[in-house]
């Protein structure tokens, strides 16, 4: 990382960020080009273990069957920042980054779990569902081997716009 001033070494301060977030933003190995996919997700309360669904047919199934390691990306931004006095201008952010191997959840139970974790992070931790829903959906297990948070906060003259 080039401004250590802005590393988030913290474990319970990256899992915080990681808690606000609401994309993730995995990048899988394709041909010519990474495919970069932004989809929903959950995670375990360490942040170690992500949650992704989808429906039964994608591109990523068939790119993940051939290379199951990804990098991932997730940011909150907490708006522009204004400096009218001296002419610039910057962004406040938190963002987490790493990247994982990703496997797939095929055990009922632990598809269920999954969704569980996937509407926690959106809603409160008992929101129902139907659990039909687990029947005809594909879910995705990110386990993270690295991961660094980065945060820029600044306030300039009181001209905060968010």
């Known amino acids: 990382m080039r401004r250590n ?76 920042v204004l400096d009218e006095a001296g002419h610039s201008c910057t962004m406040n952010y938190e963002s987490v980054m790493g990247w994982g191997v990703v496997s797939e959840v095929t055990d009922p139970g632990e598809k269920l779990h999954a969704l569980d974790r996937i509407m926690a992070q959106y809603h409160s931790e008992n929101f129902a569902y139907n659990p039909a829903v687990a029947d005809r959906t594909r879910i995705l297990c990110l386990k993270v081997q690295e991961r660094t948070g980065k945060r820029r906060v600044k306030k300039l003259g009181g001209h905060n716009h968010a």
Not at 9 to 36: F, K, N, W
Not at 55 to 67: P, R, S, V
């Open 5 to 80: 001033d802005r590393a988030v070494t913290d474990p319970s301060e990256i899992v915080e960020i990681m808690s606000r977030c609401e994309v993730l933003h995995l990048a899988i190995a394709a041909q010519p080009a990474p495919y970069l996919l932004p989809v929903n997700f959950g995670m375990e309360p360490d942040g170690m273990t992500l949650y992704v669904h989808g429906a039964a047919d994608g591109t990523k199934y068939g790119l993940l069957a051939q290379n199951n390691q990804v990098g991932f990306e997730m940011e909150c931004t907490n708006g522009l």
